[in-house]
């Protein structure tokens, strides 16, 4: 019998040699952060009377702007099926526990200075929004 290049392309796809070199190159073609732990900073809150989602979203932006120098960035989730449609989700990812411990220094540790960026953001989350829970995760 004659060897074809089917047959030598079906052994070494059955001897896993194919499968080997595909495994291989989508670990060197995927980012290494692909593989780090995160770290999510999630916040249930519900707008106050007079204040819009887009309002909200524009503190947010401005906080983001903030949050880029701290390797912090927020997200908000709003609901479309949920059995609580009133409450919104703040969904703030950093790289690891310790950036966002870092973040968090840095945020409360302004807050003695009512001109700083984070206290004035701070008075505008509070005139837009009413904080019901937070929680920490680590992403894997």
């Excluded at 194919?18 to 995160?38: E, H, I, R, W």
């Amino acid at each position: 019998m004659v060897a074809t290049t089917s047959d030598a392309i079906h052994s070494d796809y059955i001897e896993g040699s194919f499968v080997k070199k595909l495994l291989y190159t989508v670990l060197l073609c995927t980012p290494l952060s692909a593989f780090a732990a995160g770290h999510l900073d999630v916040i249930k809150f519900e707008l106050v009377e007079g204040c819009s989602f887009a309002e909200h979203q524009a503190i947010t932006d401005d906080f983001n702007e903030w949050g880029a120098d701290h390797g912090y960035r927020a997200r908000v989730a709003s609901p479309i099926q949920d059995t609580d449609l009133n409450s919104y989700y703040w969904l703030g990812e950093s790289a690891n526990a310790a950036t966002y411990g870092a973040a968090w220094d840095a945020w409360r540790d302004s807050m003695s200075d009512p001109e700083s960026t984070p206290a004035k953001l701070a008075a505008r989350f509070a005139e837009c929004s009413k904080e019901l829970s937070r929680s920490g995760y680590d992403l894997h």
